[in-house]
């Protein structure tokens, strides 16, 4: 019959290509191996992600529309924001972050919506009379942004970024020097930090009680580093802590210049 | 030019002639319109973000096209080609099957190759209007030192363009390419345009799922021999579509080793090569 192939034809054909595709398997193993080290295709697209997303968003995820899956909800999500609906901001930054754990930007903004935007609304939500439970919301929206930026870090470890963002939060929001100050010590290890990171880190240091000596040690360290790191902040903080741990003199930082006197005329 | 390098090209332009008289082009307007008009649309988020979002949904747009074109092109070439008889015209002539259909693929190819070059000029152009706006803004507000500001301005450009993207885009076509290799076995014993269309979907599908799959199956877990035995038939039977799917990663920042591109670029050129010619295989011996 014309346009047909014979039987035997096709089953040779199917066999033909399993016979390929046996002798691929080695490198494709191989090939996902060196992917995975890269960083890619480390997404686990499971049940939990089905449903936060739905049946089609999930096979658009899995048929390789990842990255436009995410883009769409976290256009959803700034709607939500406009709305000022944070719960449901909360719910699509989680399934953004899944979707697209290697990409700083969505967990760096995700966390400031919630430690910041969300945090200062919920305190001032003036449908909720009582003090303490509003600041309890406050609080855990802040949680919720610090959970953000651990999670960012977990999954992106050589990134300065989220490291510092989590110094800052732990800083501005927290009031948790000490761990703030770690995070910065972090953050200026990394590759690429700018010099600031550094300085944060030794100037959070100073704040904490029985912190002073690692806090001078590292401010004496950077300034030790040249002029550039000679900073007003940075000498003025030295200074009080020569002070405080009681630096002997010959050790301590040069005084600085004495005021020129203009004569009277 | 050797007579059989002649032979293919001829029919290879015939193809893209045949295509392009198609108006398959029009999607292209479609593509900017995607682009341009999300482009503005992302506007009132922060540079970062539009260019993050600009470049996901781009580059989505981008695969989506593509495999739809490299699909409904290639599925519908034999079928046509047999409605009008010129299939006949051709084989009559001293050209062997297998040059026919190497032809036929050369002119999808070309047919995928320029589209993926329109989408990308028109994308990098986007792209690269959209920076010099961030770059003004930077310029026009920033208030810090000299020095500060050309870090600033530096950042916004690390955050738009990287070679990465070029590669992300190569990869997109040779996937194309792979799939229009598919369909075209496929068309080889499909008895209409339509079955080819919705087999090689399938497959398109499935074969994003070939990799969990192959997991399972050789995760060496207790699982029902039946269950194993159809895992490894999927695994086998299908391409390894995942493996071409690293720009989600790329448009996140994750550096793209060299190594991994091409040998990413050699797998899909394995399995071009292998479904052109089990093509043959079936195409050789079918009753026209």
Redesign the interface.
């Known amino acids: 019959m014309p346009g047909r192939t014979s039987l035997s034809r096709s089953l040779q054909a199917v066999l033909l290509v399993i016979v390929a595709g046996a002798l691929l398997v080695p490198w494709q193993k191989e090939l996902q191996a060196t992917a995975r080290k890269a960083g890619f295709h480390s997404v686990p697209l499971g049940i939990d992600l089905r449903e936060q997303i739905g049946q089609s968003g999930f096979l658009a995820a899995l048929s390789g529309f990842r990255s436009p899956v995410a883009a769409l909800l976290w256009i959803e999500a700034h709607g939500a924001w406009e709305r000022t609906e944070w719960g449901r901001m909360a719910a699509l930054f989680n399934t953004v972050t899944t979707l697209q754990p290697h990409s700083l930007l969505y967990w760096d903004i995700a966390a400031w919506h919630m430690a910041w935007n969300a945090s200062i609304a919920a305190f001032q939500d003036k449908r909720q009379p009582s003090e303490v439970l509003r600041e309890r919301s406050r609080r855990q929206y802040v949680q919720l942004g610090k959970d953000f930026l651990e999670r960012g870090i977990r999954n992106n470890p050589d990134s300065y970024l989220l490291q510092e963002r989590l110094g800052i939060l732990l800083r501005d929001k927290a009031e948790d020097h000490a761990g703030a100050s770690a995070a910065f010590a972090k953050a200026s290890a990394l590759p690429g930090a700018p010099a600031y990171v550094a300085r944060f880190a030794a100037y959070e240091a100073a704040k904490v009680p029985g912190m002073e000596q690692e806090a001078y040690d590292r401010l004496r360290s950077l300034y030790d580093q040249g002029e550039k790191m000679r900073l007003p902040t940075l000498v003025a903080e030295l200074r009080r802590l020569e002070e405080k741990l009681n630096i002997p003199v010959n050790r301590r930082i040069p005084a600085p210049p004495a005021p020129a006197v203009t004569p009277r005329s | 030019m050797t007579a059989a390098a002649f032979r293919i090209t001829a029919i290879g332009r015939n193809t893209f002639t045949g295509l392009v008289r198609q108006k398959v082009f029009y999607f292209l307007l479609i593509f900017a319109l995607v682009v341009i008009g999300n482009s503005a649309f992302l506007a009132?988020?922060?540079f970062?973000?539009e260019f993050?979002?600009l470049?996901?949904?781009a580059?989505?747009?981008m695969?989506?096209f593509l495999c739809l074109l490299a699909i409904l092109t290639t599925a519908n070439l034999l079928p046509r080609d047999?409605e009008d008889r010129t299939i006949f015209t051709i084989l009559s002539k001293p050209v062997p099957r297998y040059e026919y259909l190497l032809g036929k693929l050369l002119g999808v190819v070309i047919l995928l190759t320029l589209s993926t070059l329109v989408m990308g000029i028109l994308f990098v152009g986007v792209l690269f209007l959209r920076e010099q706006a961030a770059l003004a803004e930077t310029r026009a507000t920033f208030s810090g030192s000299p020095q500060d500001l050309a870090?600033a301005l530096d950042a916004v450009r690390k955050g738009v363009f990287s070679w990465d993207l070029g590669e992300a885009m190569v990869l997109l076509l040779v996937k194309a390419i792979l799939l229009a290799s598919l369909t075209l076995l496929i068309s080889?014993?499909a008895?209409s345009g339509i079955f080819a269309i919705l087999v090689a979907a399938s497959a398109?599908?499935i074969g994003?799922?070939q990799?969990t799959a192959?997991e399972y199956w050789?995760s060496g877990i207790g699982i029902h021999w039946w269950t194993r035995v159809f895992t490894a038939?999927v695994?086998?039977?299908?391409p390894?579509?995942?493996?071409?799917?690293?720009?989600?990663?790329i448009?996140?920042?994750?550096?793209?080793?060299a190594?991994?591109f091409l040998?990413?670029l050699a797998?899909g050129g394995?399995?071009t090569a292998?479904?052109y010619?089990?093509a043959c295989?079936?195409f050789q011996?079918?009753?026209?």
């Open positions: 009132k988020f922060s970062q973000e993050q979002m470049k996901d949904v580059l989505g747009a695969a989506v047999l870090a080889t014993f008895t398109y599908f994003h799922l990799v192959r050789m038939v695994a086998l039977l299908f390894d579509l995942q493996a071409f799917n690293l720009s989600d990663d448009v996140a920042g994750t550096a793209l080793p190594g991994l040998q990413t797998l394995v399995y292998v479904y010619a089990v295989f079936l011996n079918r009753e026209l």
